[in-house]
């Protein structure tokens, strides 16, 4: 029986540290595995990253493409489909479809991010949408329904 005072670590759960700069009997006495002379044998030295010792580092060798736009938006996209199936649960109370409601709802997951309503799928209930941006035949749909849109930024 094991207690407190006779703990030990599982066999091979460990692993055997080099004990560094301790004299020639540790096997890492002399140069320390710093290897002989050169400023990468020095104390205080240190790489920069990436940097593979004057070889053209790999960031360098691999080809560059594509582009990043650092000012698109990215939308959360609910399809009137799911507006249908939604008030067919009759989440949506008078009839009013907004960001905080459909963030309660689980449908969305930042409320920080704009919403974009998409018109994939039909809508028989008459409903007063309000998102950030509407497709073209989300607007339609919409309306078609009887219902009304609601831009906010």
Not at 10 to 27: D, E, L, Q, T, W
Not at 67 to 96: A, H, P, V
């Amino acid at each position: 029986m094991k207690h407190i005072g006779n703990l030990s670590y599982a066999p091979g759960s460990k692993k055997k540290n080099k004990r560094i700069g301790r004299g020639p009997g540790s096997g890492y006495g002399g140069t320390s595995t710093k290897g002989h002379k050169g400023q990468q044998s020095r104390s205080g030295y240190k790489t920069k990253v990436g940097f593979e010792g004057g070889q053209m580092p790999l960031y360098r060798r691999l080809p560059k493409f594509g582009f990043k736009n650092r000012f698109r938006k990215e939308y959360q996209i609910i399809n009137l489909s799911r507006l249908e199936e939604l008030n067919q649960d009759g989440i949506f109370i008078d009839g009013n479809v907004n960001s905080e409601i459909l963030y309660n709802n689980g449908v969305i997951r930042d409320l920080k991010k704009p919403t974009k309503i998409l018109g994939n799928g039909d809508l028989t209930a008459k409903l007063n949408v309000s998102a950030n941006s509407f497709s073209q035949s989300a607007k339609e749909k919409i309306e078609l329904a009887g219902g009304t849109i609601t831009l906010y930024e």
